[in-house]
């Protein structure tokens, strides 16, 4: 049975759009409340919320549907997705909510749930809320309607979580760090952790008001991170995305550096300390083949996934590996958190500068990457049925067998359209990418 409302990563859309609203919040919490409501004990649900305007309204609704079927409310207010997930754990909570809509712009949100073992809920789960939404649910009797309270400590035991990733011999004394926090969730978060390991601070999107996450910051828009990385002399860049589950880096030549190289340096890393697990680096079918060429040169396989940090957390675990991730910044540790953490990510690749000394440049070109090029065309997932797009996907793979690949899928978040090639012939898979989207766009 197809999901309706739960994407790749939540359910996600317009605040008071169609989908995203008060009312649907309401109901999301009374179906998961009822779904989670085992056993005797008091049960309990910890919501976080980014920086966007419409978090507080969803907020409240979400907790009238989870205190009128009688389970009680943490509200810890701003904080990272994967804080959250640690925090769900660390609470004993039920069931774990973030209210986010990550890269999106402001005026989009989103839900994500987290099991009481702090990892995103299955299909299997998500299905059975959503067969709840338009039920009648057994509302608490008066005497075990829940409580809502909201703590004030939450940030000050993610950022111990966080820190304690770090090795205990080494500081970030001398390291010059800009950090891009998106105006997001991490806004306070990440720059206390960075200061308090000793980093030479500067910080930019740390100033939400709203309406300004991901606006010309963040891990989708490094532009500005790379112009003040060469501004102040900085010897790197950190830029997250608007709940900090997603890292992407600038060297100090302000180059930008996607989560491909990120995962080689820690996969190659962590094989040479002996803690890599699995004999495996977990990415999707969206990392550059030249990755792959890199892992198979340590002796490691590559196992691909389709996109989604949910699809590579469920391959590690199938195949035991404790390193994965995307080019899109989303990197695991499996050995410290059950999601993709950006500023986790952000402190291993510190560590691996301060121990190597040497500049960011050369400790993050770990391989040359091939040739690739992805493209978003704003269209609805239909049209990839059309005769015309079949036609030309059809050519474009033609164009590129034996030479690239080609590889073309809607998006689980948003109503586009990706159409990502690579190969060794740029010109070709420029060619072969530009006839495909104006194929999208032009269809009916």
Not at 22 to 50: C, N, W, Y
Not at 140 to 163: F, M, N, S, T, W
Not at 277 to 295: H, P, Y
Request: net charge negative; aromatic share 4%; glycine share 10%.
């Amino acid at each position: 049975m197809a999901k309706r409302y739960f994407g790749t990563d939540g359910i996600r859309g317009p605040a008071n759009g169609p989908t995203m609203t008060p009312e649907l919040a309401m109901k999301v919490g009374q179906a998961a409340g009822t779904l989670f409501l085992k056993g005797s004990h008091k049960h309990r649900v910890l919501i976080g919320k980014d920086t966007r305007l419409s978090g507080y309204m969803l907020e409240q609704a979400l907790t009238a549907g989870f205190t009128s079927v009688g389970m009680d409310v943490i509200q810890v207010g701003p904080m990272p997705t994967p804080a959250v997930a640690l925090l769900t754990r660390e609470m004993r909570a039920d069931l774990g909510v973030m209210l986010s809509a990550s890269h999106n712009p402001f005026y989009d949100n989103g839900i994500k749930l987290f099991g009481p073992d702090g990892y995103k809920l299955s299909d299997e789960q998500e299905l059975a809320i959503e067969k709840m939404l338009h039920a009648d649910v057994a509302l608490a009797a008066g005497p075990a309607i829940g409580r809502a309270r909201r703590i004030d400590d939450a940030r000050g035991r993610y950022i111990h979580a966080v820190k304690s990733t770090f090795p205990e011999n080494l500081r970030l004394d001398g390291v010059k760090v800009v950090l891009d926090c998106a105006h997001g969730a991490a806004y306070r978060v990440a720059p206390e952790a960075l200061w308090e390991l000793g980093a030479e601070l500067t910080t930019i999107g740390a100033a939400p008001d709203g309406f300004n996450i991901n606006d010309q910051v963040g891990s989708t828009h490094p532009s500005t991170l790379a112009e003040t990385v060469l501004e102040t002399g900085a010897h790197i860049g950190l830029a997250l995305d608007g709940d900090a589950d997603r890292l992407i880096v600038v060297d100090e030549k302000g180059r930008v550096v996607d989560g491909d190289q990120l995962m080689a340096l820690i996969t190659r890393h962590q094989q040479q300390a002996g803690t890599l697990q699995g004999g495996a680096l977990v990415a999707t079918v969206m990392s550059n083949i030249g990755l792959e060429k890199f892992v198979e040169g340590l002796g490691l396989r590559m196992i691909r996934t389709p996109v989604g940090d949910r699809a590579v957390l469920e391959a590690m675990r199938t195949h035991g590996c404790n390193v994965g991730g995307e080019q899109s910044g989303h990197i695991i540790l499996a050995d410290h958190a059950t999601t993709g953490d950006g500023l986790l990510a952000a402190l291993q690749i510190l560590a691996v500068l301060v121990e190597e000394a040497r500049p960011a440049s050369e400790v993050l070109n770990c391989f040359t990457r091939w040739p690739q090029l992805l493209k978003n065309v704003r269209q609805e997932p239909r049209v990839l049925e059309t005769a015309s797009v079949k036609e030309a996907i059809a050519a474009a793979e033609r164009a590129l067998e034996g030479r690239g690949r080609l590889l073309v899928r809607k998006s689980g978040t948003e109503p586009l359209i990706r159409v990502m090639a690579e190969g060794q012939d740029e010109a070709l898979v420029t060619a072969t990418v530009e006839a495909v989207c104006d194929a999208v766009a032009k269809a009916a």
